[in-house]
Every structure is written in structure tokens, then in C-alpha cells.
């Protein structure tokens, strides 16, 4: 199995930047994906984005393209959320997540097989 533990979050002001980290263990990883969603209160969980493990092709939610950044370093089996101008509204739980099947599919939970604790970011006004 795959254990997932997210860290990096905290409270920020608006406009600051935090990088989130997602480190695996408990195997050689070797995921197809990694994926990064976030969930506010009442809200649904939201697809951030995600990076292929195996070529660091990324993928991004429409709304955070330009902001965020992800990224992975294979050595460490650590994969990075950068987030810069942070706004209030990106307030939220970050979830990581690694999909170990093989496939191609990406942005929806279900297509994750692991998923870590969650990280808290808190944006301020």
C-alpha cells in the first residue's frame, strides 16, 4: 500500500505564496499520477490538478492555472503543490492523492486509489 501524508498548509495572508508537499511511502511508489483537489466547507472536492509520475506532464483545473504549480521529485517520492497570489477564496483541506492502477484518468476522486489527511490553507483578507 500507499500512505500519503500532505504538509506545507497554514494561514497566509492574501497574495502570499505556500508550497504543499505530499510525501509516499509504504512501497516503492511508482504511481501513475498524483493528484492534488482541495474541499471547502459545504463544498464539493475540487479538482486542483495533477502531474503524471512517470513523464511530470501536468494538468490543471481551469481556475488555477497560472497560480499553481505542481510539480515531483522522484528520488524523495515527493510531489509539490506550489500556490502563489493566494486568495481567500482558495481557502480549503488540500488533499494529495496517487492513482497505482494503470490509466490515464486524472481529475476525478474515483480515479484515485490513495488518498492522504489533508492539509489545512487559510487565506486572510
Known amino acids: 500500500q500507499v500512505q500519503l501524508v500532505e504538509s506545507g498548509g497554514g494561514l497566509v495572508q492574501a497574495g502570499d505564496s505556500l508550497r504543499l508537499s505530499c510525501a509516499a511511502s509504504?512501497?516503492?511508489?511508482?504511481?501513475?499520477?498524483m493528484g492534488w483537489f482541495r474541499q471547502a466547507p459545504g463544498k464539493e472536492r475540487e479538482f486542483v490538478g495533477a502531474?503524471?509520475?512517470?513523464?511530470?506532464?501536468?494538468y490543471y483545473a481551469d481556475s488555477m492555472k497560472g497560480r499553481f504549480t505542481i510539480s515531483r521529485d522522484n528520488a524523495k517520492n515527493t510531489g509539490y503543490l506550489q500556490m502563489n497570489s493566494l486568495k481567500p477564496e482558495d481557502t480549503a483541506v488540500y488533499y494529495c492523492?496517487?492513482?497505482?492502477?494503470?490509466?490515464?484518468?486524472?481529475?476525478?476522486?474515483?480515479?484515485?486509489?490513495?488518498w492522504g489527511q489533508g492539509t489545512q490553507v487559510t487565506v486572510s483578507s
Open positions: 492523492a496517487a492513482r497505482v492502477r494503470y490509466g490515464l484518468a486524472y481529475a476525478k476522486t474515483e480515479d484515485y486509489d490513495y
Open positions: 509504504g512501497r516503492t511508489f511508482s504511481a501513475y499520477s
Open positions: 502531474i503524471r509520475w512517470s513523464n511530470t506532464r501536468t
